[in-house]
């Protein structure tokens, strides 16, 4: 280790603790100074309950926290503050869990539209879909009738903004993405090599046309508009269901591998790292996911669905957070 990199070492241990790692000095283009970059291996314990049960570390980097400087006889010239770097880790840490969740929703939407919690609030979109399915287009006096209008129109923006439905004068109809979907839906009914195949034909009592275009819809609305969903038209409702399944999932793609988990363990998990909730309710997510096949019980324990997370780690991204200061 050269004396420059000692420096930094040094100060970067003094000033930010252990958890705050550093890069080999590199000097700056001028050759007038060096340049530390800050980083961290951010910790996560994973626990798995199978026989025997496990404890493992695993490491998610974070990439450029800041940096030290120092001048080419090592005297420390300027350093980010140790709150911006914490913040950042913080920040970071916050961005990876965002792009994990979506990936799990991603994998999962499919079957998640099958929740009786979920398919109670998506319930004004089926309506909609449904309605415009049978006779071309849905009116804006016929809007009037749902019992919640302003939900109504939020469910019709997402539609919109997907280009599957159009306005027009009187309200609103068949979008350019419609046919596209129900093509696929036609597609579906008879291909068995198509992976959502085998999702409707075990969700759905009948595996016909219509039904399969709703729920292709329904889970593409889901897909990618879950944090609308969730945050600007605030079906915190729906939260219990789709958190238990990352609090099983999201150690499983750290760890890339799937774990086995107790009730308890993901009981425990959840309230650790979600707005904590009530053992009935979550006990309660935990059989619907078991009912959409998302999850398996069997003699006491929790496993996942080795198709949905397959999907996941394709969609997964990196354990290395890299983001522009």
């Not at 990199?5 to 080999?24: E, T, V």
Request: glycine residues 4%; proline residues 5%; hydrophobic residues 35%.
């Amino acid at each position: 280790m050269s004396e420059i990199d000692q420096m930094a070492k040094s100060y970067r241990i003094r000033n930010y603790g252990n958890l705050i790692r550093s890069d080999s000095p590199l000097l700056d283009k001028n050759k007038s100074k060096w340049i530390v970059n800050l980083k961290s291996l951010y910790p996560r314990f994973i626990v798995d309950d199978s026989e025997p049960p496990t404890r493992e570390l695993y490491f998610i980097t974070l990439e450029n926290l800041g940096n030290i400087t120092l001048d080419l006889n090592g005297k420390i010239l300027s350093s980010t503050p140790r709150g911006v770097v914490i913040n950042r880790v913080n920040d970071y840490m916050n961005v990876w869990k965002s792009r994990v969740e979506r990936a799990i929703i991603k994998a999962c939407s499919s079957k998640l539209v099958f929740s009786s919690t979920i398919k109670y609030f998506l319930n004004p979109l089926r309506r909609i879909i449904s309605t415009i399915m049978l006779t071309g287009k849905i009116t804006n006096q016929e809007i009037k009738w749902f019992p919640n209008i302003n939900r109504v129109y939020e469910w019709i923006k997402l539609l919109q903004i997907s280009k599957i439905i159009e306005e027009y004068e009187y309200g609103y109809q068949y979008g350019g993405m419609w046919t596209e979907f129900y093509k696929r839906a036609s597609s579906i009914k008879d291909n068995k090599d198509d992976e959502y195949h085998y999702i409707f034909e075990q969700n759905l009592p009948s595996l016909n046309r219509h039904s399969i275009f709703e729920h292709l819809i329904m889970s593409y609305i889901l897909e990618e508009n879950f944090p609308y969903i969730q945050d600007v038209m605030n079906l915190t409702q729906i939260n219990s269901v789709v958190n238990t399944n990352n609090t099983f999932y999201k150690p499983c793609i750290i760890s890339k591998k799937l774990l086995i988990f107790k009730p308890q363990t993901i009981l425990y998990n959840y309230n650790k790292f979600y707005p904590p909730q009530k053992l009935a309710l979550l006990s309660s997510a935990i059989m619907e996911l078991v009912s959409v096949g998302l999850l398996d019980y069997k003699n006491g324990m929790l496993y996942g669905n080795e198709n949905r997370f397959r999907k996941m780690l394709q969609l997964e991204p990196s354990k290395q957070i890299t983001l522009p200061m």
